[in-house]
């Protein structure tokens, strides 16, 4: 009983097996195919210049035959979504009513969505489907939006705190006298094209699918299976973006850019944890960023689903037990190292990927680079986007347990326009003990 | 060929049916068979008294006759490991050294670890499997954490705000002078005992695999073909606590206990957004959390990763839009329809497996439950726990945007001290529009 790769037979191109068998373990069938219609699935021409030759990302999980994705939507919330079906909370037809949720912005379209090795891990439909697939959505497809934009006030702490020392103004219209920042917050769900992405990461689209296949324990058995079917909705996070000022003005390279591209850290972009210095530089990045749309720039902080170097927060700990512990206690020149005894790898972030969605918002140039990776700022530079000013964290934001990664990072090529730590500094202890 | 079933073929018991079917579009075979030894996988007894009993939880991908369970270590992250094989950044073959990674502060074991039904979402001997598994890591398995233990010292621009003012004091032991809580953080990953979990949800284990395969439009096969496999780490986030006093004191009811379960939001946690009491509410508890500890008890803030009610920020920024678009504005007599229309759910967080965490930590009464909601308070005292006093939001820290929010939860049984608001007040439009 063929139960997956029956689900998109209209537009099986290259079928290159049968697709995963699975029982029948209890009198109700599993599913095989249309509810809702006899339609067949859409073509997806990945980079087409106009949405209708592009053709939607159609996920859904009610109407198989109308599938032309491996995965489905909302990343890993997937799971609780079939949580929400076997409680018997959410019928398993529910079509998404999207009245009045269209997007607070209109983004694009930009030349870069047409290029299509340009961007290869999102929709750059994804937030306007309700209005370019709306004969597809009258016709009974269930097609759901994978970027969604809306307005927000962001008021944090350490901007109230700017504002009272006098390092920001308030004007009512970018930040208020309560100190709250007025920004378009956009919500980014990954859509990848795999065998763009399997070019970014130097390997062939096979290996990527059998890797991906493989190193997950045996996930979506048709990245190997059905080759026909290119494009993957991976159960992961996405990003979200923070734009302070005009979205349009993005794409302007005559207006002033001020942009961070952040990876998440919950230890301490939520709970302040003193060991990294990732929430200040947020907020000092969110605080650039306010000044600049001030003098009539823009900016932007785009905020990325990727804890701990994307090593998820286990390993992150027992890489700080690690370091913490080691004979010598926490040094700069143990820091790589430790990550890699645990990981395997100093880093699974890859910054590979992350330009996209710049290209996706028209960007050409950041003026104003507020970041000190030469891993991000060589991602986005080869990307074609150009960099001017590089903003570094001021040292009074720095904690005095995040001057280990610091040094660290200097030593390894991050940007500093101050003095690189030499050999001796790097050995020095700069980080507490685990029991300080 | 069979590339999944034979995998774990030492320990199958009741193998239902053949497995996915992967061809091979390369040269390279794809792997099926041990490298390392020509041990079998290990049987899970879940809830066995003793962790030798239980087993030990194998979710590698490099010894496929190893593994005992569907799907593997990192949650969502598991993709990104994927990437860095692909990008040629990792080798297969890699082995966590866990040299000083161990926890911390030993938690338990305690008497609910041995209750197979207590404890369903999560591996209880997961934060010591190098000291409890230590054979079987001498012998080849390649076993790793699911759970890590480490100090951490938080600081919180809302913390030292409450040093300012008066409302906490510094003691140099929980609290620094300059602002610093002084922490236990507890990273867990989910591991899911099927049988177990189908039994809080109300369903069939039968229905809740393939539900969990259908839903996620195709996920682990094996959830419907390996009814042997009773294990599953699904790719989703998992939970950080952060712990305030002794670890050991959360298992002393005479001890007293403040603790709140916050689910994740990251625009309000993060960035401050006005729209919902988040950030507000957790910044109070961890406040309440200081100063139990500092008056002889403890705290514990447990975070889940369940952003947007668990439907993701694509859907909640959605559901946002649609609020503040309709007819008649913002009102707390629509929020939930608001989210009901786009989702087909108000929520899909299911605290069902959320106390788990609780019980392993040895907790069986939390004096000051520093949360409203009656679905957190339902699934905890209906786990077992005793709650004592419950703590709302203080009035003063509700933003004004997030007042539809608290009036719709009050109004439909969330915990408040104060009126519950009538139909004529969840009429009124309370909330900002999209151009303001």
Redesign the interface.
Known sequence: MS??SSANSASVSSP????????S??PRH??LTSHSSGLGSIPIRWGAATAQERGPVV?T?TNRAH?N????????????????????????E?K?????????DVIGPYPQWSDPGRIVSLDPWGASVAEVYAGELAAGYDIR??????????????VI?ALQKGRLKADGKFLTPGG?AVVT?????PVWYLPEV?RR????E?????????????????L??R?DLEVF??????Q?L?IFGKPRDLADTSVELTARIHDEC??S???????CTC?PY?THAIEECIAGAQRGGVGLIA?SR??GR?????????????R???VGGDTADQYFARTE?????QD???Q?LMPDVFHWLGIQKIHRLVSMSNMKFDAITGSGIAVGERINIPDELI?A?ARVEMDAKMAAGYFTPGVVPDAEELKKAKG?G??E
Chains 1, 2 share one sequence.
Do not use: W
């Not at 919330?77 to 959410?90: E, F, H, I, K, W």
């Not at 990461?201 to 062939?204: I, L, M, Q, R, V």
């Not at 005894?341 to 790898?345: E, F, K, L, M, R």
């Open positions: 139960v997956v290159s097996t049968s697709a995963p068998a699975a029982p373990p209890s599993i599913r996920g999980t599938r994705v491996i995965g489905t939507h909302s990343g890993s919330y997937s799971v609780y979504r079939a949580l929400a079906v076997a409680a018997g909370a959410l019928k398993r529910h998404a009513d999207l009245t009045n949720t269209s997007p607070t939006p994978t970027i969604a934009v809306t307005q927000a006030h962001v008021i944090l702490p350490e705190d709250a917050k956009v919500a980014v769900e399997a990461f130097n390997c062939s096979t290996d990527l699918r059998r890797v991906l296949f493989e190193e997950t324990g045996g996930m979506y058995p048709e190997v299976t080759s909705l991976p159960p992961i996070g996405g979200t923070y919950n230890g972009d939520v709970f302040g944890s003193d060991i929430r947020l905020y990727k804890e994307a090593l998820g927060e286990v390993t992150k700990f027992l890489v700080y037990n690690a913490k512990r080691q005894c645990v990981a395997g790898v699974m972030r890859f590979e904690p347990d507490r685990l029991s």
